[in-house]
């Protein structure tokens, strides 16, 4: 048929999380954008696609930046014609109290998590919309439904910010439906670099009030990820995936 190789963007996805669904989603036929805002870390994650045998962008940006994801889109468009999955990784925890918080850090926590979404989501869709569709996947967070997930630290501004991710999921869907899809994920306990010490602290804690018995790994979210970008046909839209191997311990 036809040469076209699919595309994915994903923001985050120098590392953890984002760079585990990355890989997954290039070793699945896609060719990779990567927006990140470590150098470092998108320069490994890209070399390491690259070695898949995958093209790929990367672009160093805050996803709070609406000109600069505006930008990016433009550039992936200009260059390969098309966004198939747009993964919206990129995030950044905040665990402080409602009288410890100053306005900007809550300001802060907002624009990163929540807006972030909207950054993307707004110049990718025409672009899927003129190929015939795509796939928006939204990284929300187990603490939109529990309000914290391993421990008692206040999280309320980030779990906010990712509550308001499923209500935006759920009314893109609607709003995007039926060319484009629009999912969340919402992971519980996932070792990564950012969380390894403190999981590392209390795993044993952790993994007895999970029915699996472990903590999660950035490949547990990947492969989820890649069933919403990838099923075919996908009459999965406006839903939110719990992926914490049904922990009750919290």
Request: net charge negative.
């Amino acid at each position: 048929m036809s040469d076209i190789r699919k595309v994915a963007l994903v923001t985050g996805g120098g590392r953890g999380i984002g760079r585990a669904c990355a890989l997954d989603l290039a070793k699945h036929g896609y060719d990779i954008v990567l927006v990140d805002l470590i150098e470092d870390d998108l320069a490994r994650t890209a070399q390491e696609i690259r070695n898949l045998g995958h093209k790929v962008l990367t672009h160093v940006a805050d996803v709070r930046d609406h000109a600069a994801a505006k930008e990016i889109v433009g550039i992936v468009d200009s260059l390969w014609g098309r966004i198939d999955v747009l993964f919206n990784n990129a995030g950044r925890p905040m665990a402080k109290g409602i009288e410890e918080i100053s306005e900007e850090e809550f300001d802060t926590t907002i624009d990163i998590n929540l807006k972030g979404v909207f950054n993307y989501i707004q110049p990718t869709v025409p672009v899927m919309r003129r190929n015939g569709g795509g796939r928006i996947i939204n990284m929300s967070s187990m603490n939109a439904h529990t309000g914290g997930v391993t421990s008692a630290v206040s999280r309320f501004s980030y779990t906010a910010a990712k509550a308001g991710i499923l209500g935006m999921t759920k009314a893109l869907a609607k709003e995007l439906g039926p060319e484009i899809t629009v999912n969340a994920v919402c992971p519980g306990v996932i070792k990564t670099e950012l969380s390894n010490a403190m999981i590392s602290a209390r795993e044993s804690q952790l993994a007895a009030g999970i029915a699996m018995g472990r903590v999660g790994t950035p490949q547990d979210v990947a492969s989820v990820v890649t069933f919403l970008a990838t099923s075919e046909p996908n009459f999965v839209t406006g839903q939110d995936i719990q992926i914490d191997g049904m922990q009750w311990v919290r």
